[in-house]
């Protein structure tokens, strides 16, 4: 008995080993795997940089070289010179505030009306018939098109520009939600059926909940848009944004400003587009998507 004892001790303490040793393995594949995703995302960083660094001094040098005119083409000289110009006046700031007060209005409102009719779109079937043809026509239509007519129908302004960023946007956004909303699954909305749920219920616990990837995949295109929409309309109807300074950098040909506010507006853009990136990574955290 003593003896069976013992190689059974034994027996157990070589398995603790065993799954000691699996266990320290996997940690160290997990550290490895996480060491090497670093090293990814950081190589990645690092080639970006450099490519950016690298664009910068090509254009420079090929404009203290007159192999492009710096006149017409600016280089990155000119265009920090203009920049801290501009700064000192106090006027690049308001600009830009301005641009980006109505694009985040714009966007917000581009959010709420395209879930609003994506919703109304997937209670009634009918309804949803009725106006896709609409819908398709519209998003396919040149927003800069109804531009003109907004100015005469709005006046200039705010008012008119934010609506310019909607219009852009929300057509094609409607469009994506309610695919979206008709791609859920459909077993689950019959269980909620099933249990004695109403359509509500249905909507509120199956359909929004798993449709979330795609709201926020939209959201980051919709943001990207509203931009260009309230650009197109600070063109025809501002007198302040960066649009603006487009506009009038272009006709008293200064076109260091004109640069300056497309690299401005380029540098928000990737800002949105980071943002909107940030708040979907956390709600994936949360939400475990």
């Given at each position: 008995?003593?003896?069976?004892?013992?190689?059974?001790?034994?027996?157990?303490?070589?398995?603790?080993?065993?799954?000691?040793?699996?266990?320290?393995?996997?940690?160290?594949?997990?550290?490895?795997?996480?060491?090497?995703h670093r090293r990814?995302?950081?190589?990645?960083?690092?080639?970006?940089?450099?490519?950016?660094?690298?664009?910068?001094?090509?254009?420079?040098?090929?404009?203290?070289?007159?192999?492009?005119?710096?006149?017409?083409?600016?280089?990155p000289g000119r265009v920090a010179k203009n920049f801290a110009e501009q700064l000192k006046h106090n006027s690049l700031l308001s600009h830009i505030g301005v641009t980006l007060f109505e694009t985040l209005l714009s966007f917000l409102l581009v959010v709420l009306l395209s879930l609003l009719v994506s919703t109304?779109?997937?209670?009634?079937?009918?309804?949803s018939e009725i106006l896709e043809p609409y819908l398709v026509v519209l998003n396919s239509l040149p927003?800069?098109?109804?531009?003109?007519?907004?100015?005469?129908?709005?006046?200039?302004?705010?008012r008119t520009i934010i609506v310019a960023g909607i219009s852009v946007a929300v057509f094609g956004s409607i469009i994506s939600l309610y695919t979206g909303f008709q791609q859920v699954d459909a077993e689950k909305i019959t269980l909620i059926y099933t249990l004695g749920g109403s359509r509500r219920d249905a909507f509120s616990k199956v359909v929004l909940p798993g449709s979330v990837p795609t709201l926020l995949s939209t959201a980051k295109v919709n943001i990207g848009l509203a931009l260009v929409g309230v650009i197109i309309g600070e063109f025809l109807a501002a007198r302040r944004g960066l649009g603006y300074l487009i506009i009038y950098g272009s006709q008293v040909f200064q076109l260091d400003m004109v640069i300056t506010s497309i690299i401005i507006l380029c540098v928000i853009a990737l800002g949105f587009y980071k943002s909107v990136q940030i708040i979907e990574h956390q709600i994936k955290i949360r939400f475990k998507l």
């Open positions: 008995m003593k003896q069976n004892l013992q190689i059974k001790e034994k027996a157990d303490s070589v398995k603790a080993d065993s799954g000691k040793k699996q266990s320290g393995q996997e940690l160290t594949r997990q550290e490895q795997f996480v060491k090497n990814h995302h950081h190589e990645i960083a690092s080639w970006r940089t450099i490519l950016f660094l690298l664009f910068l001094a090509i254009w420079e040098i090929s404009a203290d070289l007159k192999l492009i005119d710096s006149f017409f083409f600016s280089s109304l779109l997937w209670y009634s079937a009918k309804l927003k800069s098109a109804l531009a003109p007519l907004f100015i005469v129908w709005l006046g200039t302004g705010t």
